[in-house]
Structures are given as structure tokens and as C-alpha cells.
């Protein structure tokens, strides 16, 4: 207890630099998303919410959901954001699903959907566009959120004994690497 409180030590944190603003305000919260929800049940619950709201069938939200979402369930931002972008392919065809199952859900029958003639009205007439199409945009919401909680879920399950796998052998690399090489530790 007393060696806790010798000279040195008093020494050693007097000289510690105060924090700059920037560190502070900038530096720190990046680093807090960075490293934020980093257990394996986190990033197991990021890519699956993630995945899931990646493929909600309007084209545009995606972004601000998801750092919404991850936002108030304290998840990992680039990892959210980065499973989002590399859906938007798969985003495309499953907007046509969605449809397809909310007017089956709903019982509603459309005519097909042109997509040279959703063109054209949006950039054209978007008031006419949006009478016309935004019952199709309601019956896709409808399927997804029929499907997304499966399928978040599945996604969960099947992620979790991987990241426990992936972040097992993470510690065990650390631990070996820092056994073999203590004056040079691992992160």
C-alpha cells in the first residue's frame, strides 16, 4: 500500500499530458465505435441485425437504419455498416420478394412492375409515382418484416459458434504469440 503511494508513482501520473479536445471529441468516440460490442455474442447479434436490415426493400434507408439501430443497441457500427454495403446486391432481388409476399399476405394483386416505367415516372412525375408504386413499397415493407426476424434469427445462430470459434483462436494465437515473443506483446 505504501509503494502505491511513493514519490515515483505521484511522479509518474503528475506527468501525464492532460487530454487534447480532439482526443477527447474526436479520437475516443471513433475508437469507442471501433471496439464497441466486441464479445462474440455482439458481433454474432451485429452481422445478424445487420444482414436483416441490409435487405429492407427500400432502396436508400439502409444506411441510416442500420447506424440507427446499432446506434441504440450499442453494436458494432463498421461492422453494421460494412455487412450492409455488401448486401446491396442481394438487396435488389429481394425487394421483388418482399412485394411478392406482402400482396400474398395481403391479398392484393398489381399489375407487373415495369421497371422502365417506375423510371419514368419517378424522374418525371414523382407525385404520380408514389400514388402509383407506394402501395407496392407498403406491401414490401409487410413481407420483410414477415421474414426478417426468421431470418435475423437464423443468421444468430448460425454466426454465434463461429465468432466463439474465431475469437477462441484469436486468444489462443495472442497467448501463444505472447509466450513465444513476451518483449513484443500482440493487441
Known amino acids: 500500500m505504501l509503494d502505491s503511494l511513493s514519490p515515483n508513482s505521484t511522479a509518474a501520473t503528475a506527468t501525464t499530458p492532460a ?15 471501433l471496439t464497441q460490442g466486441i464479445t462474440p455474442e455482439k458481433i454474432a447479434l451485429t452481422v445478424a441485425i445487420g444482414s436483416g436490415l441490409a435487405l429492407f426493400p427500400i432502396l436508400g434507408t439502409t444506411t ?6 446499432a446506434l441504440a443497441l450499442r453494436l458494432n457500427q463498421p461492422i453494421i455498416q460494412l455487412i450492409n454495403q455488401a448486401l446491396w446486391p442481394v438487396q435488389i432481388p429481394m425487394i421483388f420478394v418482399c412485394v411478392k409476399l406482402g ?11 415495369s ?3 417506375m423510371q419514368q415516372l419517378f424522374w418525371h412525375h414523382p407525385a404520380e ?9 407498403g406491401h414490401a415493407i409487410v413481407g420483410w418484416v ?5 431470418y435475423m434469427g437464423a ?9 466463439r470459434t474465431v475469437m477462441r483462436l484469436r486468444s489462443d494465437a495472442i497467448a501463444k504469440a505472447a509466450a513465444l515473443h513476451p518483449e513484443h506483446p500482440i493487441p
Open 19 to 33: 487530454r487534447t479536445f480532439w482526443q477527447r471529441r474526436v479520437r475516443d468516440p471513433i475508437v469507442a465505435q
Open 64 to 69: 441510416l437504419l442500420c447506424f440507427l439501430v
Open 103 to 113: 400482396e400474398h399476405i395481403l391479398e392484393a394483386n398489381h399489375a407487373p412492375i
Open 115 to 117: 421497371l422502365s416505367e
Open 129 to 137: 409515382f408514389f400514388q402509383k408504386f407506394g402501395a407496392t413499397a
Open 146 to 150: 414477415v421474414v426478417a426476424p426468421f
Open 155 to 163: 443468421v444468430y445462430f448460425i454466426a454465434l459458434p463461429i465468432m
